[in-house]
């Protein structure tokens, strides 16, 4: 979900977005205190982004026959390990929706954006779990992920959807997306490139960068995921903690003119080793900055296409 600091959600949201009833949130505080929401003035509950992620994690291993009772308190870190253990050894999937034969992006982005407007959560988790196990990271990055995010984002805003719908999505991906990711560490993989991934203030998106992370997974790249939204020190900070040699900076668009993000980049770049490669993603002030004039060993890749072929490149 998105990390807006502040934002809250009622039961009936939460039961929406997890794809769990108000009554099972409800019984699963009480009896096993898998979470303490905090109360309104009058008591109502209320879910945080991230508790809301805990739900959904808690509904999936249920879904795969773990007993709550035996999950309800582990922090969330031990519930996707949970997770991935139980997937990789008894090979449970959530149950298919359609045929093999049949499986492809296009149908799976035709139904989610069913599932979606129809709010059936469960329909979108099967959906996205299916495709995340048939799928190479790749595909289910460029030609489900992406795509299906910006259909939806394109319908609120036409006001075909409601945010409420495009958050039962996010969560879902998120978790879905979060899942490869995680595997791909617990594998332990290296490659000559060692690669931070981040991106600038004012850039609140976290499906940029999560596709970007996908797409490092897929060609098996050994790479460090951070949050969005960091402060010009913290990105210098990461890329010299970790000894990175390539920095993936995913940039907001349309911001030619705004001198703070201009200033960052000025600051992490020319505070970073020549040896540090970057690579600026976004298409932002396209046509107007000359990028490699202005920035030594840094290059502007307008979109995660592009950026796939960079990766694919460096094999």
Known sequence: MSNDDGKKFNIQL???????????????????????????????RLYTPAE???????????????????????????LRE??????????????????????NPEDIRAQLLEAVGLYKVDV????????????????FALEILAPIVRDVRSRCERGLFQDAQAQALFAIAKFHAGNIIYSHFERGLKSSNRIVLTSVEKEHHTFPLMISALL?????KHFYYLNSNLPGPSIIDAVKATEANLLILS?????????????????????????VKILLLGDFDHGVLD?????????????????????????
């Open 82 to 103: 949970t997770y991935n253990k139980l997937r990789q050894n008894t090979e449970l999937l959530p149950p298919p929706v359609f045929s093999r034969k049949e499986l």
């Open 216 to 220: 490092c997974c897929h060609y098996k």
């Open 251 to 275: 940039v907001p668009a349309h911001c030619h003119a705004d001198a703070e993000i201009l200033a960052l980049l000025d600051e992490v770049i020319n505070s970073l080793s020549a040896k």
């Open 14 to 44: 939460a039961a929406q977005l997890s794809g769990l009833s108000a009554h099972t949130i409800r019984a699963w505080e009480k009896r096993y205190q898998a979470l303490t929401p905090s109360r309104t003035e009058n008591g109502r």
């Open 124 to 139: 979108i988790s099967q959906l996205l779990g299916q495709a995340k196990t048939s799928f190479a990271p790749k595909i």
């Open 291 to 315: 990028v490699n004039l202005r920035w030594k060993n840094t290059r502007k890749i307008r979109n995660h296409q592009e950026l796939d072929e960079v990766l694919g490149a460096n094999q």
């Open 52 to 78: 809301i992620d805990r739900l959904i994690m808690l509904a999936q291993l249920t879904q795969l026959g773990t007993n709550i009772s035996q999950i309800a308190k582990l922090p969330d870190s031990e």
